[in-house]
């Protein structure tokens, strides 16, 4: 039974670019969030998907934007990269959002570097 | 707003001493609880949750947390650390109907042979 798997593993940018994060939830699950993990730092929340629709947002810009596909699977996107957008970015897949009973899986994230 | 408060930044501690990791929270409500482990390049594992009911909550690889709503805190403890434990621990909250967790900023486990 896979969990959760992010692609790519690593990706360097430059300023100014866009980038494109896929997730693929663990099998069962409908729902995914994202969060960003700055160097030393916790986890932060981005967005959260369920029935292709963001259901919830954190704190960011609008340069940060998701899709959610009819299978589950996800992608997260940015805009206009900047060198504060470095960072690991983590995938988590659970079963109805919402409900904090049901575990939320971690991917090994994306580690997105700026130069 | 939620927070989470994990006041040491890093911790080192020897093979087969005992571990207690802090965490601090601030919330209205009776909130919902967790603890995480990251190894080095890897995502994030689940070690326990606390919902309600018994404040003691026993979770994977021996360890246990306790929820204390006075101290508005709930420590993460095990009683014989082992090597393989060196990694960054999480402590994060959640409340009923939001949908995203609230992280500490996490604290380093070293663990001397």
């Known amino acids: 039974d896979a969990g959760v798997t992010q692609s790519p593993t690593h990706l360097i940018k430059t300023r100014g670019q866009q980038v494109t994060l896929r997730c693929s939830p663990k099998s069962g699950h409908d729902t995914v969030s994202w969060y960003q993990q700055a160097l030393g730092q916790g986890p932060q929340f981005i967005f959260q998907y369920y029935e292709e629709e963001e259901r919830q947002r954190g704190n960011f810009p609008d340069r940060f934007s998701g899709h959610q596909f009819p299978n589950y699977s996800s992608e997260l996107n940015v805009n206009a990269l900047l060198l504060g957008d470095s960072a690991l970015y983590l995938c988590?897949?659970?079963?109805?959002?919402?409900?904090?009973?049901?575990?939320?899986?971690f991917g090994d994230g994306t580690r997105l570097s700026i130069l | 707003a939620q927070s989470v408060t994990q006041p040491d930044i890093h911790i080192t501690v020897s093979e087969g001493a005992s571990l207690e990791l802090r965490c601090n929270y601030s919330y209205g409500a009776t909130p919902y609880l967790f603890w995480y482990v990251q190894s080095p390049g890897q995502g994030l594992q689940l070690l326990l949750k606390?919902?309600?009911?018994?404040?003691l909550v026993q979770g994977i690889k021996g360890f246990e947390a306790e929820f204390k709503r006075s101290q508005s805190s709930f420590n993460l403890r095990k009683p014989s650390v082992h090597w393989s434990d060196a990694a960054e621990y999480f402590c994060a909250v959640g409340s009923a109907g939001r949908r995203a967790l609230t992280f500490g900023s996490g604290t380093r486990l070293q663990v001397q042979p």
């Open positions: 988590a897949s659970s079963f109805l959002p919402g409900d904090l009973n049901q575990p939320q899986h």
């Open positions: 606390y919902f309600s009911g018994d404040t």
